[in-house]
């Protein structure tokens, strides 16, 4: 590591292997950790109006690590000051965290917004510095100038009253996410790293996979006593988790190579990006929803509202991975079939509304097991 290095574009370095770094891994670990405080108060407000402030601070939250993973994947800029950045970034990521347990309308929740600024502050630091790649010249003024224009919108909005705050935030996100679109054309010259960047995105949604995990586990821990109902939701929670992983690696080619090289490739890879960001969300709900089932009494219905939320946060993420496999080089021949499934399952939603809590899972994870069978082709040829 040097002091000051010049940042420079990663596709120079075509002949070396790129490889997840351990600052990358431990700068996911604490995105990790700020994914699970987001997702306590979930579990203790599974409603629609708690799944509303769940789903806007993981967004952000997402925003933020995607935001520098792109960064990190095209530019090498590993020195001092690129490590102290990733620093301030770790602890503005950790402030989110722990003001995002109140509701919307909160002084954490404005406290929230500001700390995102600060991320996007130094993201917008970030490719000023290497702006004087000369390749990229265009490509990284205007990312700067559109993160730094979301950062002072951000601003903004923690000192504003409500419901201005409001507005600030839906202008904020509208820039943070057109920003890229912005650029995309000569984005299209200098794509990110076909197997690093993918690689990334798969390494967190296993971060997010084991949220799931954890969840699963705590429904466990309520319970005094397992009868045969309260077994069978806990297994088949975890038999769920396994299958989103499997279809989202194996049937939807989810971390596959992404190579950018027409036009046409790159609108797929932004489709194939911003499709986690549901998918992403859609894991966190269910986590919830499936804790929440294992939960409840022994043969015991959850509350209507429960079903609900878990059975919409169940379809989002489907919808998000039939999304993320239409955009793989082999995709999978029986999309129709899955789009059925897809609407089966919010169907579900409302026919299993007063069934036990075991009947919904047993339900979901049948749905789920039906889904990857469809996306994975070596599944069916067996």
Not at 260 to 288: E, N, Q, S
Not at 352 to 358: K, S
């Amino acid at each position: 590591m040097s002091l000051i290095r010049v940042p420079r574009l990663w596709p120079a370095q075509s002949g070396h292997s790129r490889r997840v770094t351990w600052m990358e891994l431990f700068f996911d670990l604490i995105f990790a950790a700020a994914v699970a405080q987001v997702g306590t108060p979930l579990s203790m407000s599974y409603t629609p109006g708690g799944l509303g402030r769940y789903v806007l601070f993981l967004v952000l939250i997402w925003l933020a690590w995607s935001g520098h993973t792109l960064y990190c994947t095209r530019f090498d800029t590993d020195d001092l000051i690129q490590r102290l950045l990733v620093l301030v970034q770790s602890f503005i990521a950790a402030v989110m965290a722990a003001n995002a347990k109140e509701a919307l309308d909160s002084t954490a929740s404005a406290g929230f917004g500001a700390a995102f600024a600060g991320m996007r502050i130094i993201l917008a630091a970030q490719y000023l510095r290497a702006h004087g790649v000369q390749e990229t010249k265009t490509l990284t003024a205007r990312f700067a100038a559109g993160y730094g224009t979301s950062a002072i919108i951000w601003i903004l909005s923690s000192v504003s009253p409500l419901p201005f705050r409001y507005l600030l935030w839906s202008a904020g996100l509208a820039v943070d996410l057109a920003t890229p679109w912005f650029a995309r054309r000569h984005a299209l010259r200098h794509p990110p790293d076909a197997a690093h960047y993918p690689e990334r995105f798969g390494l967190f949604t296993i971060i997010l996979l084991g949220e799931f995990v954890a969840a699963v586990m705590r429904g466990i821990e309520s319970q005094d006593y397992w009868s045969i109902p309260a077994a069978t939701a806990a297994f088949t929670s975890m038999g769920f988790g396994f299958l989103i992983w499997w279809w989202y690696f194996d049937g939807a080619q989810g971390a596959a190579e992404r190579h950018v090289k027409t036009r046409r490739d790159a609108a797929l890879f932004h489709v194939w990006t911003y499709t986690h960001l549901p998918l992403f969300v859609g894991i966190g709900i269910a986590g919830v929803g499936f804790h929440h089932a294992i939960s409840v009494a022994p043969g015991a219905p959850m509350e209507h509202r429960e079903v609900l939320v878990l059975t919409a946060g169940v379809a989002i993420m489907m919808l998000a991975l039939i999304a993320i496999g239409a955009t793989a080089e082999r995709r999978s021949r029986y999309i129709r079939f899955q789009n059925l499934v897809l609407g089966v399952t919010v169907l579900a939603g409302v026919v299993c509304q007063r069934a036990p809590a075991v009947v919904v899972v047993l339900s979901l994870t049948l749905l789920a097991a039906i889904q990857t069978a469809l996306a994975d082709q070596k599944a069916l040829s067996v």
